[in-house]
Antibody, heavy 120, light 104 residues
Framework: EVQLVESGGTLVRRGGSLRLSCVGSGFTFRAYWMSWVRQAPGKGLEWVAN????????YYVDSVKGRFSTFRDNAKSSLYLQMSNLRAEDTAVYYC?????????????WGQGTLVTVSS | DIQMTQSPSSLYASVGDRVTITCRASQMIKNYLNWYQHKPGRAPKLLIYSTSIEVASRFRGSGSGTEFTLTITGLQPEDFATYYC?????????FGQGTRLDIK
């Protein structure tokens, strides 16, 4: 059974830093692109970042470029999101998701999410 | 960035009904359109990918270019949730604002 479990979410001060983790199981983690998607309170889903299987390519939404960095440790089947200079608008539930990359890319499995709250 | 606009934003229906949700892209995205179901506190769930490839029963997707639809037939109690379309034509990948489906 495919599972993605996020952790690391907490209350953090504005301007602070935080690292989120996502551990995958039940599949060959190193074979998949992975992604972070977030949902602010009362809002919809927002794509944050993608990372290639070997970590050699990353893509980010403009609002986090220069502040967030995603990386992975395939030996540990783990995905990370390093967040710095956090803003109130970064408050959200952060999901990691597995990407099926093919003719059309899509998210086929998601974690349950971890809540990040940025206090002002 | 490609803007995705869903309509309606909310919808009331009864068990057994058939409902349709529309998603419009601000520019052509060919068939790079996916649909997800999301319930509070749960992981989002893939329903349809590549516009019309069905992963879950009762859910049908159609469309092309800039206009797409998700049709749910024979609504079941577990179908009451929020639905999102998402384009993967180009980064930044973007979602529609969501359509909340509630019991009438």
């Amino acid at each position: 059974e495919v599972q993605l479990v996020e952790s690391g979410g907490t209350l953090v001060r504005r301007g602070g830093s935080l690292r989120l983790s996502c551990v995958g199981s039940g599949f060959t983690f190193r074979a998949y692109w992975m992604s972070w998607v977030r949902q602010a309170p009362g809002k919809g889903l927002e794509w944050v970042a993608n990372i290639k299987q070997d970590g050699s390519e990353n893509y980010y939404v403009d609002s986090v470029k220069g502040r967030f960095s995603t990386f992975r440790d395939n030996a540990k089947s783990s995905l990370y999101l390093q967040m710095s200079n956090l803003r109130a608008e970064d408050t959200a539930v952060y999901y990691c998701a597995r990407i099926v990359a093919g003719a059309v890319d899509y998210f086929d499995f998601w974690g349950q999410g971890t809540l990040v709250t940025v206090s002002s | 960035d490609i803007q995705m606009t869903q309509s309606p934003s909310s919808l009331y229906a009864s068990v057994g009904d058939r409902v349709t949700i529309t998603c419009r892209a601000s520019q052509m995205i060919k068939n790079y359109l996916n649909w997800y179901q999301h319930k509070p506190g749960r992981a989002p769930k893939l329903l349809i990918y590549s516009t019309s490839i069905e992963v879950a029963s009762r859910f049908r997707g159609s469309g092309s270019g800039t206009e797409f639809t998700l049709t749910i037939t024979g609504l079941q109690p577990e179908d009451f949730a929020t639905y999102y379309c998402q384009q993967s034509y180009t980064t930044p990948w973007t979602f529609g604002q969501g359509t909340r489906l509630d019991i009438k």
